[in-house]
Nanobody, 121 residues
Framework: QVQLVESGGGLVQAGGSLRLSCAASGSIFRTIDMGWYRQAPGMQRELVTSITRDGSTNYADSVKGRFTISRDNAKNTVYLHMNSLEPEDTAVYYC???????????????WGEGTLVTVSS
């Protein structure tokens, strides 16, 4: 069984910073792509950023230059550094990962339970 556990959400003022972490644990052979999605109230879940195992990154236009994704392959952990936060960044942030479990040859898609980020104006 594979689990993703997020941490680091909370309340911050506009212009502030937060760092989210997501650790994958369980019966893992290899973690491939990892990323962060977010869902604001009444909105669809959207991709914020993703990172491949070799470190290639992709960002939504709305967060380019403000957010940075990184990962530690040895720890099966992905991070999201969020700077210059805006009220529009308020959402539940979900960790996502494509992971090959042990005793498997194909990757499966996993989600964390989400962590709330609230940015006050």
């Amino acid at each position: 069984q594979v689990q993703l556990v997020e941490s680091g959400g909370g309340l911050v003022q506009a212009g502030g910073s937060l760092r989210l972490s997501c650790a994958a644990s369980g019966s893992i052979f290899r973690t491939i792509d990892m990323g962060w999605y977010r869902q604001a109230p009444g909105m669809q879940r959207e991709l914020v950023t993703s990172i491949t195992r070799d470190g290639s990154t992709n960002y939504a236009d709305s967060v380019k230059g403000r957010f940075t994704i990184s990962r530690d392959n040895a720890k099966n952990t992905v991070y999201l550094h969020m700077n210059s936060l805006e009220p529009e960044d308020t959402a539940v942030y979900y960790c996502n990962a494509h992971i090959i479990p042990r005793a498997s040859i194909t990757p499966s898609n996993y989600w964390g339970e989400g962590t709330l980020v609230t940015v006050s104006s």
